[in-house]
């Protein structure tokens, strides 16, 4: 026994140290080349899993399925990333984010998924839950990456620019409910409206219970916790809030990544009045650990992505039809827009960029059996495609913000 456990203590160790440093890696070169770094990341993933197309017998995504830690490690890097989705949005400001941005996001979701499932369709790839899930990968768009452009440039407090992030925000959270409906119906593996309700149902019910049990039970977990100004100890806090939101919506039926996201959106700046440790500052002590969980992440994205699949002409077709599509129907977004003196064409462009939440909703149709892995790699590709091409297109426009 105790043999075994050494041995799996060194595959384990060995194959975490090769993801984390060629994904550091790959990331710092492609972000000094004017990439996003979780771009790098996945193609460090993509590397690692075709080293059997160079004649290595090698399959470094079947040991990453297969390896307990590693494989609950890109789960917690999720969970992670959710729960700081959820502390980086807000209830009230996106309550008074405005008309534009909600008809922007509104329209940056509805196009998206009608035109990847109409897409999904013509080319024989498949409608119902499937053509869904295509259309529902297109719908979020990255705020994180748009943002860091505007911030370079100094174009952050653009009326334009308040636009954009606003309507990336509502859209995430449009997204995470869309999630919910088709995680629902994945697992239940059978559709039907009623069906379709109940999910729907539960999803509401679930943020609603959350949010009234939250204002209850928050400020005083808070102040309870604001006893000790320990780093640490805040974060010990914060990852077993995050589990706990993650465990309760999967009790309730729903995707645990849900709960992580309502429980980060349940802290308020409100809560923490009076005392020392900020929500900010919660932020800013778990990046370090979810940036590292998310490498995890990104990379067994990469791995499980098959380039030989990617030889087949029609899957060739669906990523550059899906790739068009992702980019038309994002830039239409803009002109969604009511009012003068914004950027039409640069509002629709800031939307391109899908990352971090669309690769979520292609890992989870692929971990549910919805997606195959020729069908999984080319979402993964388009992301990728929208991931560079959003960057380039939006920094010219720029000088219109």
Known sequence: ??????????????????????????????????????????????????????????????????????????????????????????????????????????????????????ASISLGTGGGLLGWFIGATLAATSVGITAKILDEKGKLTSKSSGVILGAAVIDDIMGIIILAVLAGIAVGDEFSYAGLGLILFKAIAFLVIAVLV????????????????????????????????????????????????????????????????KKQTIEQTMKPAADVLLAVFFVSIGTQVRLDTLLDPQILLLVGVLFVVAIVSKGAAGFAIVGKGFDRAGIGLGMIPRGEVGLVFATFAYHHEVFDSSVYSAMVMVVLLTTIAGPILLKPRLKHF
């Open 1 to 118: 026994v105790a043999s075994g456990a050494s041995e799996q203590f060194t595959n384990t160790t060995i194959l975490l140290i090769i993801v984390i440093t060629l994904a550091d890696w790959c990331g710092y070169i492609f972000e000094r080349a004017g990439l996003p770094e979780l771009v790098g990341e996945i193609a460090a993933g993509i590397v690692l899993g075709n080293l059997a197309l160079l004649g290595l017998p090698y399959d470094v995504g079947e040991m990453l399925r297969t390896n307990d830690f590693l494989y609950y490690a890109a789960e917690l890097g999720v969970i992670l990333l959710l729960f700081l989705v959820g502390i980086e949005s807000d209830l009230k400001s996106m309550l008074k984010v405005g008309i534009n941005s909600t008809l922007v996001a509104a329209v940056g979701v509805v196009l998206p998924i009608a035109l990847g499932l109409l």
């Open 214 to 277: 939250g204002q209850l039970l928050f400020p005083p977990m808070i102040r309870f916790t604001g006893m000790s100004q320990r780093t640490g100890f805040w974060a010990g806090f914060s990852l077993c809030l995050a589990l706990i939101g993650a465990q309760m919506a999967a009790f309730a039926g729903l995707a645990p990544l849900i709960g992580a996201f309502v429980a980060g959106l349940l802290l308020e700046d409100k809560h923490f009045k009076g005392q020392a440790m």
